[in-house]
Nanobody
Framework: QVQLVESGGGLVQAGGSLRLSCAAS????????VGWFRQAPGKEREFVAS????????NYAVSVKGRFTISRDNAKNTAYLLMNSLKSEDTALYYC????????????WGQGTQVTVSS
């Protein structure tokens, strides 16, 4: 069992930055793939970025590539999503998830943290 808690969301102006954190409980975090997803009002949940267990392999959605950076600190059981050059279309509820394999088969999800970008 893994529990995930996201934090770091908030209101930011277009062009600004935020760093989201995903804190995990459980001893298996370092073996799991971490993914970030988002869901805007009236839209389906979409993939944002993922990172393999060692941090060496990453993957990004086209819409965020070059602006967002995913990372992890296994010693702290925490993953991060650094979001730069934010746009109004990045406004969404952001979730982290963990799972086995690559790409991840996500089994555990957090409750989400809201990101609102004002134009």
């Amino acid at each position: 069992q893994v529990q995930l808690v996201e934090s770091g969301g908030g209101l930011v102006q277009a062009g600004g930055s935020l760093r989201l954190s995903c804190a995990a409980s459980g001893r298996t975090f370092s073996l799991l793939t971490v993914g970030w997803f988002r869901q805007a009002p009236g839209k389906e949940r979409e993939f944002v970025a993922s990172i393999g267990w060692s941090g060496e392999v990453t993957n990004y959605a086209v819409s965020v590539k070059g602006r967002f950076t995913i990372s992890r600190d296994n010693a702290k059981n925490t993953a991060y999503l650094l979001m730069n050059s934010l746009k109004s279309e990045d406004t969404a509820l952001y979730y982290c998830a963990v799972g086995r394999g690559w790409p991840g088969r996500y089994e555990y999800w957090g409750q989400g943290t809201q990101v609102t970008v004002s134009s």
